[in-house]
């Protein structure tokens, strides 16, 4: 602690430029100003916010739309439990008074200003359940004000509210003195497009806001180590036992923390890019004290590889938190601050808890800097962030080896290499078929077809495009994507856009196949043939003919490669023909109609056929018919079984103990 | 010494009978075949004349593999990487103490079923044979004693599968629910780590107890004639508990040769490269002469225990 209070007073000296600079990056629609106290022995929040909101609209705003997030957890009829039945409704369950979490504001009111009188809300306050009409969802409220807010007046609202933190069901709640509060305070929507953009809290989405400026003073016993997003301006103990956390971070668009008195704490400044440095600090459970060094190693890849990527890592901090067992908190973003996981005897290369990292390290991009709508395209936020994991992983630490636990030990099979095209393409395959990718989060046919689709096959079309695009193209236009966003809310569209200017042509046709449509990608070699070619014999241009192959001479054959296309997305293919003598042919085919025939003629039988042989189209469902040949290899059927059959019989033999 | 000497002894009657013990081996190389062929046309279909086949013949395809998974049913769907070296004998393992026969494809598990109750039929002409003043093989000799004992052994059987029904199911069960009481109120991985492998263990434990009363029960059923499961079952246990040194060190020291055993086979086998006929034949030959060394081992400690319980009466 006393190292962090060294810290904390060589912060304050900069803080002045820090916040300055933060606050440059883009505008400040939605700021708040925060005190907040969490009695811990109660398991309460008391909390007061001053929230400043600008009207960056064309619209005068009558009324304010607000989430009030932890109502989700406040019974079991919220919407996100009764769309995340049967889990979230079997844990929910054995829930006591004491489990549920509720968020209630006692007050809400004008603050004057130089566009506003003094006036309380209150009385306006109507809870509001756009998405799903259900009345008993209670996580997003609007009030109306006095008189419409003009476009670019600003007002200020004081906020006073009660928040019960809740046993986790998923994502935030207390488990015994573990905290980790997302989504906690009060908090206006988006306005635009000529209305309040404000979903309830759903199952599978939750995040879409303006970007502004947090101050946030936290008040809690002071044995909890604590942490947040942004930095950390000033620690004061008082004489009762607690103390306050001052963190400020500008030009972000949420606030989370997290405390506990078993954390362990370290931080590291990283130097990430010649001049560019970022404050890392991790947040350990104790019991993962040796996982400290892959932890720190995979935020700095994550940090420097993405930032390389996407553009230079703004922010000052970045917080990087394990979460406790049980605490069902693992696996989530807010900015500048993300949780992970680990199991304390996660092997090296099984990618845990390095993958994770990465993966919540890197929504600090695509929903953190690219304020892109979670709720409405999921894939932008979700598949733009699978393909940065799987991309940085892979740079860093190359493929994952396949890794089982048996009674809960992993085992590493170090022979068995997990490629980076593997990534998201047996979901694909198996479940993405069942929806578009472009769907709202919640309106997905179940929760396995909103991963397909929002992880899986964003990911994978990401990947097919940055092949089918090349790295020349691919790299500078995701950058430009990243970075021409950054602060805003990008729209499908918005992302076509930068893809069709650095493809020098409209890639519509490729991207709506995969963003609007529910067709898979089979592209296969369906035939490959060689015959002997027959002499010319019958009647020509009014002569007999019988030509006759010349003693000695090499037989010629007639070769086909027929080549079909089994899914429903159209992309042009390339073919890669190899014969017998060692020549290779490239054929290209638009991939339009069902099939495509090559034929050639020659003194060398076709041996080898290949459609997409430089692997392009990894959202190719089944690689497998992408090749044939001219023979099939017959070892490798053998040794497959053979394999199996070792297996079995050890399996017979063990399980012969209930025989005699 | 005593577990020595009747060590020392069945190993003269398994050597007496060696011909016994390849039967066996073959017994168990037909059952595992009846479903291996399958499953090699299944992986022979998918490959086809695929680019796949040449990665798999190298290496292991672990695209291939994933499209495999995804589009197979039955037997050839157990297929995978964790059934090679160690995860072979893991999945076993595993799949024994967690009682997960059911999720086994049905095809295989019919097959497993079938086999055991062989193996109840064939346990009987073991010991009948073992019994004899000289030990010997003789098909229909061994045969003939398997018929005789098979009413009895089934019965034994269906009565152990009672206790195995209670242990691998009922107090696994029971002791689950105990560990997920205990991992909802954990605040490290570590304590429902810890206790997991407890209640494996237990349950482990358990079931090698079980199989070890059996076995005498059988033993009692051979050398006394009985006719009365339920006494012979009494009567194993009745000797297991009378003289747990000789028994349990018997069965342990067994148990641990066949640990040793194992440990040695996955280090070889991972050793061995298949990425060629004569690897992949070298790897066959290592896992049958491994097999035939569990088949051999089993026989051993019925030999052994046989003596034990004989010089036990004497």
């Given at each position: 602690?006393?190292?962090?209070?060294?810290?904390?007073?060589?912060?304050?000296?900069?803080?002045?430029?820090?916040?300055?600079?933060?606050?440059?990056?883009?505008?400040?629609?939605?700021?708040?100003?925060?005190?907040?106290?969490?009695?811990?022995?109660?398991?309460?929040?008391?909390?007061?916010?001053?929230?400043?909101?600008?009207?960056?609209?064309?619209?005068?705003?009558?009324?304010?739309?607000?989430?009030?997030?932890?109502?989700?957890?406040?019974?079991?009829?919220?919407?996100?439990?009764?769309?995340?039945?049967?889990?979230?409704?079997?844990?929910?369950?054995?829930?006591?008074?004491?489990?549920?979490?509720?968020?209630?504001?006692?007050?809400?009111?004008?603050?004057?200003?130089?566009?506003?009188?003094?006036?309380?809300?209150?009385?306006?306050?109507?809870?509001?359940?756009?998405?799903?009409?259900?009345?008993?969802?209670?996580?997003?409220?609007?009030?109306?004000?006095?008189?419409?807010?003009?476009?670019?007046?600003?007002?200020?609202?004081?906020?006073?509210?009660?928040?019960?933190?809740?046993?986790?069901?998923?994502?935030?709640?207390?488990?015994?003195?573990?905290?980790?509060?997302?989504?906690?305070?009060?908090?206006?929507?988006?306005?635009?497009?000529?209305?309040?953009?404000?979903?309830?809290?759903?199952?599978?989405?939750?995040?879409?806001?303006?970007?502004?400026?947090?101050?946030?003073?936290?008040?809690?016993?002071?044995?909890?180590?604590?942490?947040?997003?942004?930095?950390?301006?000033?620690?004061?103990?008082?004489?009762?036992?607690?103390?306050?956390?001052?963190?400020?971070?500008?030009?972000?668009?949420?606030?989370?923390?997290?405390?506990?008195?078993?954390?362990?704490?370290?931080?590291?400044?990283?130097?990430?890019?010649?001049?560019?440095?970022?404050?890392?600090?991790?947040?350990?459970?104790?019991?993962?004290?040796?996982?400290?060094?892959?932890?720190?190693?995979?935020?700095?890849?994550?940090?420097?590889?993405?930032?390389?990527?996407?553009?230079?890592?703004?922010?000052?901090?970045?917080?990087?938190?394990d979460p406790a067992y049980n605490s069902r908190s693992g696996g989530m973003e807010y900015p500048t601050f993300f949780t992970a996981g680990a199991d304390f005897l996660d092997p090296v290369g099984?990618?845990?808890?390095?993958?994770?990292?990465?993966?919540?390290?890197?929504?600090?991009?695509?929903?953190?800097?690219?304020?892109?709508?979670?709720?409405?395209?999921?894939?932008?936020?979700?598949?733009?962030?699978?393909?940065?994991?799987?991309?940085?992983?892979?740079?860093?630490?190359?493929?994952?080896?396949?890794?089982?636990?048996?009674?809960?030990?992993?085992?590493?099979?170090?022979?068995?290499?997990?490629?980076?095209?593997?990534?998201?393409?047996?979901?694909?395959?198996?479940?993405?078929?069942?929806?578009?990718?472009?769907?709202?989060?919640?309106?997905?046919?179940?929760?396995?077809?909103?991963?397909?689709?929002?992880?899986?096959?964003?990911?994978?079309?990401?990947?097919?495009?940055?092949?089918?695009?090349?790295?020349?193209?691919?790299?500078?236009?995701?950058?430009?994507?990243?970075?021409?966003?950054?602060?805003?809310?990008?729209?499908?569209?918005?992302?076509?856009?930068?893809?069709?200017?650095?493809?020098?042509?409209?890639?519509?046709?490729?991207?709506?196949?995969?963003?609007?449509?529910?067709?898979?990608?089979?592209?296969?070699?369906?035939?490959?043939?060689?015959?002997?070619?027959?002499?010319?014999?019958?009647?020509?241009?009014?002569?007999?003919?019988?030509?006759?192959?010349?003693?000695?001479?090499?037989?010629?054959?007639?070769?086909?490669?027929?080549?079909?296309?089994?899914?429903?997305?159209?992309?042009?293919?390339?073919?890669?023909?190899?014969?017998?003598?060692?020549?290779?042919?490239?054929?290209?085919?638009?991939?339009?109609?069902?099939?495509?025939?090559?034929?050639?003629?020659?003194?060398?039988?076709?041996?080898?056929?290949?459609?997409?042989?430089?692997?392009?189209?990894?959202?190719?469902?089944?690689?497998?018919?992408?090749?044939?040949?001219?023979?099939?290899?017959?070892?490798?059927?053998?040794?497959?079984?053979?394999?199996?059959?070792?297996?079995?019989?050890?399996?017979?033999?063990?399980?012969?103990?209930?025989?005699? | 010494?005593?577990?020595?000497?009747?060590?020392?002894?069945?190993?003269?009657?398994?050597?007496?009978?060696?011909?016994?013990?390849?039967?066996?081996?073959?017994?168990?190389?037909?059952?595992?075949?009846?479903?291996?062929?399958?499953?090699?046309?299944?992986?022979?279909?998918?490959?086809?004349?695929?680019?796949?086949?040449?990665?798999?013949?190298?290496?292991?395809?672990?695209?291939?593999?994933?499209?495999?998974?995804?589009?197979?049913?039955?037997?050839?769907?157990?297929?995978?990487?964790?059934?090679?070296?160690?995860?072979?004998?893991?999945?076993?393992?595993?799949?024994?103490?967690?009682?997960?026969?059911?999720?086994?494809?049905?095809?295989?598990?019919?097959?497993?079923?079938?086999y055991i109750i062989i193996h109840a039929f064939l346990a009987g002409g073991l010991l009948g044979s073992y019994a004899q003043e000289s030990p010997g093989f003789r098909l229909r000799g061994f045969?003939?004693?398997?018929?005789?004992?098979?009413?009895?052994?089934?019965?034994?059987?269906?009565?152990?599968?009672?206790?195995?029904?209670?242990?691998?199911?009922?107090?696994?069960?029971?002791?689950?629910?105990?560990?997920?009481?205990?991992?909802?109120?954990?605040?490290?991985?570590?304590?429902?780590?810890?206790?997991?492998?407890?209640?494996?263990?237990?349950?482990?434990?358990?079931?090698?107890?079980?199989?070890?009363?059996?076995?005498?029960?059988?033993?009692?059923?051979?050398?006394?004639?009985?006719?009365?499961?339920?006494?012979?079952?009494?009567?194993?246990?009745?000797?297991?508990?009378?003289?747990?040194?000789?028994?349990?060190?018997?069965?342990?020291?067994?148990?641990?040769?066949?640990?040793?055993?194992?440990?040695?086979?996955?280090?070889?086998?991972?050793?061995?490269?298949?990425?060629?006929?004569?690897?992949?034949?070298?790897?066959?030959?290592?896992?049958?002469?491994?097999?035939?060394?569990?088949?051999?081992?089993?026989?051993?400690?019925?030999?052994?225990?046989?003596?034990?319980?004989?010089?036990?009466?004497?």
């Amino acid at each position: 602690m006393r190292k962090t209070l060294v810290t904390v007073g060589f912060i304050v000296l900069l803080t002045g430029s820090l916040a300055a600079s933060d606050e440059n990056l883009c505008p400040q629609v939605a700021s708040y100003d925060m005190d907040v106290r969490l009695d811990t022995a109660r398991k309460v929040i008391i909390g007061r916010e001053t929230l400043t909101w600008s009207n960056t609209s064309r619209d005068s705003v009558g009324e304010m739309w607000f989430h009030l997030y932890w109502n989700a957890f406040a019974n079991n009829a919220s919407t996100f439990i009764v769309e995340g039945r049967p889990t979230r409704q079997e844990v929910s369950r054995e829930f006591r008074k004491e489990d549920w979490g509720y968020s209630r504001v006692e007050a809400i009111r004008i603050l004057p200003g130089p566009s506003s009188e003094p006036y309380d809300l209150k009385p306006s306050l109507t809870f509001r359940h756009p998405d799903d009409n259900n009345a008993l969802d209670r996580t997003v409220f609007s009030v109306t004000l006095p008189k419409p807010l003009r476009p670019g007046q600003t007002i200020r609202l004081e906020i006073t509210w009660e928040g019960k933190v809740p046993r986790p069901l998923a994502r935030t709640g207390v488990f015994k003195d573990y905290y980790l509060l997302g989504q906690w305070f009060p908090k206006v929507g988006v306005y635009g497009e000529g209305g309040w953009n404000c979903h309830q809290f759903h199952d599978t989405s939750e995040f879409f806001a303006d970007y502004g400026t947090y101050d946030v003073k936290i008040t809690l016993p002071s044995a909890f180590v604590v942490g947040a997003t942004g930095r950390r301006l000033e620690l004061v103990r008082h004489a009762d036992g607690t103390a306050t956390h001052r963190y400020h971070q500008a030009s972000v668009h949420d606030f989370a923390w997290t405390a506990s008195p078993r954390f362990l704490e370290y931080q590291q400044r990283f130097k990430f890019a010649p001049g560019k440095t970022t404050e890392i600090t991790l947040l350990l459970q104790p019991e993962h004290k040796g996982l400290k060094d892959r932890y720190l190693k995979a935020v700095m890849a994550a940090v420097k590889l993405a930032s390389r990527n996407y553009g230079d890592y703004p922010y000052e901090t970045v917080t990087c938190v394990d979460p406790a067992y049980n605490s069902r908190s693992g696996g989530m973003e807010y900015p500048t601050f993300f949780t992970a996981g680990a199991d304390f005897l996660d092997p090296v290369g099984s990618g845990d808890p390095e993958g994770v990292t990465i993966h919540e390290f890197g929504h600090g991009y695509f929903y953190g800097l690219v304020g892109s709508n979670e709720f409405e395209n999921p894939w932008m936020d979700e598949g733009f962030t699978s393909f940065l994991e799987s991309e940085i992983y892979d740079e860093a630490y190359g493929p994952m080896l396949y890794t089982r636990r048996y009674f809960g030990i992993p085992v590493v099979f170090k022979d068995i290499k997990i490629p980076i095209e593997s990534s998201g393409i047996s979901e694909v395959r198996q479940t993405a078929g069942l929806d578009m990718m472009q769907r709202y989060a919640w309106q997905f046919q179940d929760a396995e077809s909103y991963s397909a689709n929002s992880y899986a096959k964003a990911e994978v079309m990401l990947r097919t495009l940055k092949r089918f695009l090349g790295e020349a193209v691919f790299a500078p236009m995701i950058k430009d994507y990243s970075q021409s966003f950054w602060f805003k809310h990008p729209r499908p569209q918005d992302f076509a856009s930068v893809v069709n200017r650095h493809a020098g042509r409209d890639m519509g046709w490729f991207l709506d196949q995969f963003v609007y449509g529910a067709e898979t990608c089979d592209y296969a070699v369906g035939e490959v043939g060689n015959e002997p070619a027959w002499p010319l014999k019958g009647w020509l241009d009014g002569k007999y003919v019988e030509e006759k192959t010349p003693a000695g001479a090499a037989p010629l054959y007639e070769s086909d490669v027929l080549v079909r296309r089994l899914g429903g997305i159209k992309v042009p293919v390339e073919i890669q023909v190899t014969f017998d003598d060692g020549r290779v042919r490239r054929e290209t085919w638009d991939g339009q109609l069902q099939w495509k025939r090559f034929s050639y003629k020659g003194a060398s039988q076709v041996v080898l056929a290949v459609v997409d042989p430089d692997f392009k189209l990894v959202a190719d469902i089944n690689r497998t018919n992408n090749s044939l040949m001219r023979r099939p290899n017959r070892l490798a059927p053998w040794k497959a079984a053979a394999n199996w059959l070792g297996w079995f019989q050890h399996a017979l033999e063990f399980f012969s103990i209930f025989g005699g | 010494m005593k577990t020595i000497s009747n060590l020392s002894q069945g190993y003269k009657t398994v050597r007496a009978a060696g011909r016994l013990v390849v039967f066996l081996y073959l017994v168990n190389l037909a059952f595992s075949l009846v479903l291996a062929v399958p499953v090699y046309e299944a992986i022979k279909d998918s490959l086809g004349r695929s680019q796949a086949g040449e990665r798999m013949a190298r290496g292991f395809d672990y695209q291939w593999w994933e499209e495999f998974r995804d589009k197979s049913h039955g037997p050839a769907a157990t297929y995978g990487p964790s059934i090679f070296g160690r995860g072979a004998l893991l999945n076993s393992l595993e799949s024994l103490v967690g009682m997960r026969l059911g999720t086994l494809p049905s095809g295989v598990l019919l097959i497993l079923i079938v086999y055991i109750i062989i193996h109840a039929f064939l346990a009987g002409g073991l010991l009948g044979s073992y019994a004899q003043e000289s030990p010997g093989f003789r098909l229909r000799g061994f045969l003939g004693e398997a018929i005789r004992y098979f009413p009895r052994f089934l019965g034994l059987m269906l009565f152990s599968w009672v206790f195995f029904y209670a242990v691998g199911f009922v107090l696994n069960a029971r002791l689950s629910a105990l560990l997920e009481r205990i991992s909802h109120g954990a605040l490290t991985e570590r304590t429902p780590f810890f206790a997991g492998l407890a209640v494996s263990l237990i349950v482990w434990v358990l079931m090698m107890f079980i199989q070890m009363v059996f076995d005498y029960a059988r033993i009692k059923t051979v050398l006394e004639s009985r006719t009365n499961i339920f006494r012979a079952a009494w009567e194993g246990l009745a000797l297991v508990l009378r003289h747990p040194l000789a028994t349990f060190g018997l069965y342990y020291l067994l148990f641990i040769v066949t640990a040793i055993l194992s440990v040695a086979y996955v280090l070889l086998k991972e050793t061995i490269v298949q990425s060629a006929a004569a690897g992949v034949l070298l790897a066959f030959v290592l896992q049958q002469v491994f097999i035939l060394a569990l088949v051999g081992l089993r026989c051993w400690t019925y030999a052994g225990q046989l003596h034990l319980a004989r010089n036990l009466k004497d």
